[in-house]
């Protein structure tokens, strides 16, 4: 059975932090792993990677994927209060390109 | 572009009664997704659609829930009769194709109460 593993499950930093949160998963078939975070109701999308080890990077976010090691981290810099959310990890397999999401991180930055 | 629409946005039964939910994905979009979001948990695939014909409903609880896309656009899940432990968010998703790589946008969800 596919599994996917979200560390810590919650989190608390000061404004102006940098946090890493961790996804490690066992799937058959991998195709590709998405980060969403979630504030009040609808995930929306942040990264998607299918490459080992070619960074994603969108403003103070980023992204790797370790295939060999099967994880994957998502960093946050110079933290807002805007930042504090769920952050979800899923993954795809080739067998069925539903998402498999993990329990996600609760991330609170306070001010 | 307009985004997933689902309605209704709260719902409160009582145990034993049926409810249905509705979903209009992001035009264009052939693929259809019902995932249910229990409290402090990830969201999990209930039923997958690729234009109107089901492609993974091995997580539905069919004994209950059904849902349907008739004319490949809009899509209705119903739960009939429901349970307590069906208190949940229910999200509807919608990405171009199934193949895998593509998106998965996500609706607003509904929000499910069952006393």
């Known amino acids: 059975e596919d599994k996917v593993v979200q560390s810590p499950l919650s989190l608390v930093v000061h404004e102006g932090d940098t946090v890493t949160l961790n996804c490690s998963y066992e799937v058959t078939n991998f195709r590709s792993l998405l980060w969403y975070k979630q504030e009040k109701k609808a995930p929306t999308f942040l990264f998607m990677l299918t490459s080992s080890g070619i960074e994603k990077k969108s403003g103070r976010l980023s992204s790797i994927l370790d295939k060999k090691e099967l994880f994957s981290i998502l960093n946050i810099t110079a933290t807002q209060t805007g930042d504090s959310a769920v952050y979800l990890c899923?993954?795809?397999?080739?067998?069925?390109?539903?998402?498999?999401f993990g329990k996600g991180t609760s991330l609170l930055v306070t001010p | 572009e307009a985004g997933v629409a689902q309605s209704p946005r709260y719902k409160i039964i009582e145990k034993r009664q049926s409810v249905a939910f509705w979903c209009n994905p992001i035009?264009?979009?052939?693929?259809l997704y019902w995932y249910q979001q229990i409290l402090g948990q990830g969201p999990k695939l209930l039923i997958q659609?690729?234009?109107?014909?089901?492609?993974?409903d091995s997580q539905l609880p069919k004994d209950r829930f059904s849902a349907e896309r008739l004319k490949g656009v809009d899509s209705t899940l119903k739960i009939q009769p429901a349970k307590l432990e069906d208190s949940a968010v229910y999200l509807c998703a919608s990405s171009v194709t199934s193949g895998g790589t593509d998106t998965q946008y996500f609706g607003p969800g509904t929000r499910l109460t069952v006393l």
């Open positions: 035009s264009g979009h052939a693929t």
């Open positions: 899923a993954v795809v397999s080739n067998s069925g390109y539903a998402l498999n």
């Open positions: 659609f690729q234009n109107n014909g089901v492609v993974d």
